[in-house]
């Protein structure tokens, strides 16, 4: 078996050629080097500076000389001021309401929008308007018309759209989609991908947390998973999906399912000791330990987490609550099933309760050859040679970096994001305006034929024809290899 090693070239790696505000950039269509002239330092607002927005922003630290935090909006005044201090932000640039910020004279160049996925919509269109360059946290927002009114917003001002579809931009998976274009496995037939959330991950998030409860934020497809569906309409390669069905459930994290004599709180509950899914475990064990990051850090949002503040936050707020007594009413398991132009089928699945936390597993089958990806390596399969070759990403990115989440891919995506704004080349952003909202409609869909048990001819939703199947499309073309 041949090992291949790969890394994704950014700025970090080229430090003599950026203090001469250059910076040499791998073009994500070509995979070519070019040069790109940057600008001074991008200035960026923040608007809610809850964890994404405090990561995002630290590619200012990371990068002074590329990228400079200037303004900061949130209505909760530790998470404004904890950013304000982070960043030396003025304080006639600190506001509670967004809207302040839409109503000045323009101050900065782009605006990180990372506020609740409800709260997504309006800043976003009306910062358009007032010219500022969008890095927009996912989903992009909670209907197809909202997410349409944004990409129209950004295209008729002019203004660079970037959704964080930060999976986008993790090298590996830049390294299949490489693998793809280039033919090593044919035809891509079929695609199987799972997403493992993760039991204390799902319980954080979806059973106490934020996203628990659609009413208040959003189906768990759209805030969870688009990253996936857009993964997979990614891979294929401008195949438009033409059908999808999709089937799932809350299971197991019901009133029906609380354990004999359970308290309604974790603190004061005599059967806590035998539940995997204790609020003490998941957040009191941890900082006994020292840990004061996600999740610990959520619980805590208005101080900082030590034993007293997240012991409090349990014994008064949401994330003490037994999970079987909470007010969710979210997806804990799903499966989606496509049909893609072409005959390309695609099936996803994202389920609860893993051991795994959000590790996705793939395994894309071609008409040459096969190929999977786990973690941080991607193996290919080849039928004609009957070899495997393994392919094993590393970060370019140092450990030492708070931007390693998500693959590294945090960084990666503001690194992009920053180049595009400086150098006016939106071709650099991995997902352009169409392509997002091409692939938040195929979640949509997907959510609409769960609800309705059947399946959607995607086609006929949006207004447009079917394809003619009789037709000859591009990827049915003979290849020439």
């Not at 040679?385 to 995506?413: C, I, N, R, W």
Request: proline share 5%; glycine share 6%; with cysteine.
């Amino acid at each position: 078996m041949k090992v291949h090693r790969f890394k994704e070239v950014n700025a970090t790696m080229l430090a003599p050629l950026a203090a001469k505000h250059f910076v040499r950039r791998m073009n994500p269509r070509t995979s070519t080097l070019a040069l790109v002239t940057m600008a001074l330092p991008v200035k960026v607002i923040v608007v809610g500076a809850g964890n994404r927005g405090e990561t995002y922003a630290h590619f200012a630290t990371l990068h002074p000389d590329r990228m400079r935090v200037v303004g900061v909006a949130d209505p909760r005044i530790f998470a404004r001021q904890k950013l304000q201090k982070q960043h030396n932000i003025a304080e006639e640039n600190v506001y509670e309401d967004w809207r302040c910020i839409a109503e000045r004279e323009k101050f900065a160049d782009a605006v990180f929008i990372c506020t609740p996925d409800r709260l997504h919509k309006d800043p976003a269109v009306a910062l358009a308007k007032r010219g500022y360059h969008i890095l927009l946290e996912k989903p992009m927002a909670v209907t197809a018309e909202d997410c349409a009114e944004i990409v129209a917003a950004c295209v008729q001002n002019s203004v660079i759209l970037t959704v964080c579809h930060v999976l986008r931009y993790d090298p590996t998976i830049h390294k299949i989609k490489e693998l793809i274009d280039r033919g090593a496995i044919g035809d891509v037939i079929h695609i199987q991908h799972l997403e493992p959330v993760g039991f204390y991950h799902f319980a954080h998030s979806f059973v106490r947390g934020n996203w628990r409860n659609e009413a208040e934020s959003s189906f768990a497809l759209l805030a969870k998973s688009c990253h996936d569906l857009d993964l997979i309409h990614h891979w294929a390669g401008g195949r438009r999906c033409i059908k999808v069905s999709s089937f799932g459930s809350l299971s197991h994290f019901t009133k029906e399912n609380k354990p004999p004599g359970a308290a309604e709180r974790c603190l004061d509950c005599p059967v806590e000791g035998a539940c995997p899914y204790s609020a003490c475990k998941i957040y009191l064990d941890r900082v006994k330990k020292g840990w004061v990051g996600w999740p610990v850090s959520v619980v805590c949002a208005n101080s900082v987490p030590d034993i007293e503040s997240v012991t409090q936050a349990l014994r008064t707020g949401p994330y003490g609550r037994c999970v079987y007594q909470c007010d969710n009413d979210v997806c804990s398991n799903q499966v989606v099933n496509m049909e893609f132009e072409g005959g390309l089928t695609a099936a996803f699945s994202m389920v609860a309760f893993t051991e795994q936390l959000c590790q996705r597993k793939t395994v894309i089958y071609g008409s040459k050859g096969e190929l999977s990806y786990d973690r941080d390596r991607v193996r290919v399969f080849d039928f004609l040679t009957q070899k495997a070759t393994e392919h094993t990403a590393d970060s370019a990115v140092p450990a030492v970096f708070s931007m390693g989440g998500h693959g590294a891919a945090d960084y990666h995506l503001v690194d992009t994001f920053i180049s595009a704004v400086a150098s006016g080349d939106p071709s650099l952003i991995r997902s352009g305006p169409e392509e997002t909202l091409s692939s938040h409609r195929l979640v949509f869909e997907a959510e609409r034929a769960r609800r309705e048990s059947r399946v959607i001819f995607c086609g006929q939703m949006n207004g447009t024809e079917l394809p003619d199947q009789g037709e000859i499309k591009p990827w049915q073309q003979p290849r020439e290899d």
